[in-house]
T-cell receptor, first 112, second 113 residues
Framework: QQQVKQSPQSLIVQKGGISIINCAYENTAFDYFPWYQQFPGKGPALLIAIRPDVSEKKEGRFTISFNKSAKQFSLHIMDSQPGDSATYFCAASRANAGKSTFGDGTTLTVKP | EPEVTQTPSHQVTQMGQEVILRCVPISNHLYFYWYRQILGQKVEFLVSFYNNEISEKSEIFDDQFSVERPDGSNFTLKIRSTKLEDSAMYFC???????????FGPGTRLTVL
C-alpha cells in the first residue's frame, strides 16, 4: 500500500531529446507527488510537484502528467541537456503525515 | 535562501560505537525528518518529528535509534551501537506547513567499519 514503483531504472537520451520517467502508486490517500533531482554526493532537491486536483503541471522544460484513476504520474524533460544528467526520484506523501515514500530512482544520462 | 544544514559531512566510526548526526532545519519549519540512503538505493524514511515528539517512524527506526531537538535550532539523530549495515547517507529534511515541499539537507555519509 505504501509502495511507489518507478521505471525505468536507467535512461540514456540524446541532447535535445525528451526524457520520460514513470511512477505508479498504490495508496489513494497520497495527495502530494514531488519529483526530486539528485546529483552524486548531494541531497535530493525538489524539481517539481503536483497535487491530484490537476492533471498536468509544467515548469520550464519539466512537466508532470498525473492520472488519478490509473494512480500513475510521470516526469517529462523536454530538450534534455547534459546538465540534466542525474538521478531522479518520484515520491508521494499525505499532507497530514508529511513523510515521503520514494521510488527506486532513475539514473538519467544525457549524451551530448 | 534558507537551507537545511547537516554536520558532519562524513563520519567514520567503529562498529558498536555511538554516533550523533546533527541537523539545523530551516528556522520557521515545524516538521522534521530523517531519511537514509544506502549507496545506490532509494531514499528510505526513518522518522518524523513534530511538536517535540515522534509522529511516525519506520521499521528501520528500532531501539538503537533516537531523535532529539535539544534546543530551538538543532535536530539530532543518535545511533547507540552502530552496525555495519548502518553505513549510508543520512538526510535531514524539514517543512513548514502540514503538506508540501520538504527541504533536504546535503546529507551525512556514515561509514561503519
Amino acid at each position: 500500500q505504501q509502495q511507489v514503483k518507478q521505471s525505468p531504472q536507467s535512461l540514456i537520451v540524446q541532447k535535445g531529446g525528451i526524457s520520460i520517467i514513470n511512477c505508479a502508486y498504490e495508496n489513494t490517500a497520497f495527495d502530494y507527488f514531488p519529483w526530486y533531482q539528485q546529483f552524486p554526493g548531494k541531497g535530493p532537491a525538489l524539481l517539481i510537484a503536483i497535487r491530484p486536483d490537476v492533471s498536468e503541471k509544467k515548469e520550464g522544460r519539466f512537466t508532470i502528467s498525473f492520472n488519478k484513476s490509473a494512480k500513475q504520474f510521470s516526469l517529462h524533460i523536454m530538450d534534455s541537456q547534459p546538465g540534466d544528467s542525474a538521478t531522479y526520484f518520484c515520491a508521494a506523501s499525505r499532507a497530514n503525515a508529511g513523510k515521503s515514500t520514494f521510488g527506486d530512482g532513475t539514473t538519467l544520462t544525457v549524451k551530448p | 535562501e534558507p537551507e537545511v544544514t547537516q554536520t558532519p559531512s562524513h563520519q567514520v566510526t567503529q562498529m558498536g560505537q555511538e554516533v550523533i548526526l546533527r541537523c539545523v532545519p530551516i528556522s520557521n519549519h515545524l516538521y522534521f525528518y530523517w531519511y537514509r540512503q544506502i549507496l545506490g538505493q532509494k531514499v528510505e524514511f526513518l522518522v518524523s518529528f513534530y511538536n517535540n515528539e515522534i509522529s511516525e517512524k519506520s521499521e528501520i527506526f528500532d531501539d538503537q535509534f533516537s531523535v532529539e531537538r535539544p534546543d530551538g535550532s538543532n535536530f539530532t539523530l543518535k545511533i547507540r551501537s552502530t552496525k555495519l549495515e548502518d553505513s549510508a547517507m543520512y538526510f535531514c529534511a524539514s517543512r513548514n506547513t502540514g503538506g508540501g515541499e520538504q527541504f533536504f539537507g546535503p546529507g551525512t555519509r556514515l561509514t561503519v567499519l
